[in-house]
Each structure stands twice: as C-alpha cells, then as structure tokens.
C-alpha cells in the first residue's frame, strides 16, 4: 500500500472531483440537445442524487479531505438536473413545474444533510459510530443500486440509448482518480474506496452492452427499414399492374360497345 503522502492524496482528489464535476454535464446537454430523454432512467438519476445526501454527510464527519467534501453535492445537483430533464421531456410536463420540483428538492437535500452532519457528529461524541458507517455504507449501496432501472431500460430496448457514453467515461476516471487519492491517505477509506470501485466496474459495464448490443440494434433497424422498401415495392408494384388490367379490361369492353 502506498505510504502516507497528503500532497498526492489532494491531487489525486481534486482530479476526481473535478472530472465529477463536469461528469453528467455531457449527459445534461445530450437531453437538451435531442429533447429526449429516452432511454435514460430517471430514477438512476434520482436515486443517484439521493445518495449524495448520505455520501456528503460521510465525507463531511469524516473529513476525507475538501475535494471528496466537494464532490457529493456537485454530483447530487447535476443529478438532480438530469433528473428533472426527465421529468420535463418524457413525458412532457410544464417548465415552471420541473423548475420548482428542482428548487424544492435541493432545499430538502440541503436541510436534510445539514441535519444528517449534526446527528451523525452527536451519535460519535456519545461513542456511537454506527450512524456514520450507515451514511457511508448506504450511499454506496444506493449508487450501485441505481444503475439496476438503467440495466432494465437497457434490457428493455435491446440497445444503450439517451445514455451518454462520454459521461460514463468521465465518471470511471473521476473514480478511478478518487480511489488513487484514497491511497495516500493515513488510514485507508474501505466504504469511500469500495463506492468508487463500484462506480467504476457498473458504469463500465453499460459502455460494454453498447459495444455489444447497439451494433445489433442498428442492423435490426436496418432490416426493418429493408422490409419496409420491399413492401412498399411490392404494394406499388401491385397497385400498377391493378390498373393496368383495369384500364385493358376497359378498353376491351370499350370495342365490344
């Protein structure tokens, strides 16, 4: 294991935090810029968001260090936009709705992680650290667990669709960034270290049902397409030679007349 080196461990972290910063920032302006978010799961998004309330009182009572500090409450809020994307495209509902179902949700994750912080550092003064591993296990828990609706979308389609793949790049580096700077620290972090790794091993399995499945998708379309030609080939090719008999049929009961 690598010895204790502050500096590394703030670099490292501050990397992290900035490629999680920009990370759903590509999945945002895919939405906004197709108008769509179908394909997308709302409640990866959703859930996604949620977690940063448990992960930020972790990283907060624990004192990770201020880049981890950071990072749940920028990944929470950008989630939360995507989230609310969702909920503005598919189905279509009123901007000024989604603008106060947003203002409305970042002041319940702000009071609720404020109050999270002052129970948590309560319970460790008393000698309790049962709340503090439950923050932390548990935000892990729900990260891993949101990417369950996005397998289902997937499974749903047959193809990876409304995802960003460079989103999901970016959010591999950020935490393959965030656990080297785990690695420096005094004492290593197993519920930070183990929320990173799953990030890194679900996201990554998304970019490889793409590369398997949406070659498939696109040849299916492909030959959905071609049928399509050749029906209407051959419904026109019928309807011509319907009029054709037709107007011989006339011209033949024309010289009888």
Known sequence: MPKENAALENVFGTIGTVLWTGQIIPQIWKSYREKTTVGLSPWL?????????FLGIYAIVQNINIPIIVQPQVFSTLAAISWVQCLYYDPKRPR?????IFLLYCVLFASLEVAGVF??????????????RFTGIFSGVLISVALIPQFIEIYRLREVRGISLL???????????????????????WVAAVTYLGVIILD?????LAAILNPLA???????????S????????????????????????????
């Open 96 to 100: 000024s709705l989604c603008v106060a």
């Open 230 to 257: 050749n029906a209407t080939a051959v419904a026109t090719i019928d309807e011509d030679q319907i009029q054709t008999s037709s107007k011989a049929q006339k011209s033949l009961d024309e010289k009888r007349l």
């Open 167 to 189: 989103f999901l790049i970016v959010d591999i580096s950020g935490g393959v960034f965030s656990m080297l700077s785990l690695g420096f620290k005094r004492h290593m972090d």
């Open 218 to 228: 696109r040849k299916r379309r492909e030959a959905a397409i071609s049928e399509s």
């Open 45 to 53: 998004m959703l859930i996604w968001s949620v977690s940063g309330i």
């Open 204 to 208: 990554g399995a998304i970019i490889l």
């Open 119 to 132: 129970a948590t550092r309560a319970t460790l003064r008393a000698g309790d650290g049962k709340l503090l």
